[in-house]
């Protein structure tokens, strides 16, 4: 699959250290803003989805930590679309300052319901999330 969407997060406060230094643990945080970035440009927020009785539950995240940032870095996190099933997601991840690498890494989604059980994702969804551009 080829759809890549790109987000912009600024580090803050609260997301580095004493010492004004990311680590990796927070780089899963902007991997999740991302992928929520993705969702709602795709034209699905969650909170619809919640109202729907749809979630995604993380089945699996990786992180592959290269580089820190550092607080007020402006990064760029660009998440591609693996595979996209009716009822998962894979998402890949790239967190970049500038031009530099920081991380990367990737996350398996299950879609369910409020109960935890298994749940398609809607068609209109899969489509949109496919091609951003339909309407």
């Known amino acids: 699959m080829s759809t890549i969407h790109e987000t912009e997060i600024r580090v803050r406060y609260q997301d580095a250290d004493g010492m004004g230094i990311v680590h990796h643990s927070k780089y899963l945080v902007f991997f999740?803003?991302?992928r929520v970035?993705?969702?709602?440009d795709a034209g699905y927020p969650y909170r619809q989805?919640?109202?729907?009785?749809?979630?995604?539950a993380v089945a699996k995240i990786t992180c592959q930590y290269i580089a820190p940032?550092?607080?007020?870095?402006?990064?760029?996190v660009k998440t591609t679309i693996k595979m996209l099933g009716l009822a998962k997601i894979e998402h890949l991840y790239e967190l970049y300052r500038g031009e530099e690498l920081l991380a990367k890494g990737e996350a398996k989604l299950a879609a369910v319901d409020r109960d935890g059980k298994p749940r398609m994702i809607p068609d209109f969804f899969i489509k949109r999330y496919l091609n951003p551009s339909i309407e």
Request: aromatic share 14%.
């Open 69 to 76: 940032a550092r607080f007020e870095d402006l990064l760029r």
């Open 32 to 34: 999740e803003e991302a």
């Open 37 to 40: 970035a993705m969702t709602r």
């Open 49 to 56: 989805m919640e109202e729907d009785g749809l979630f995604f």
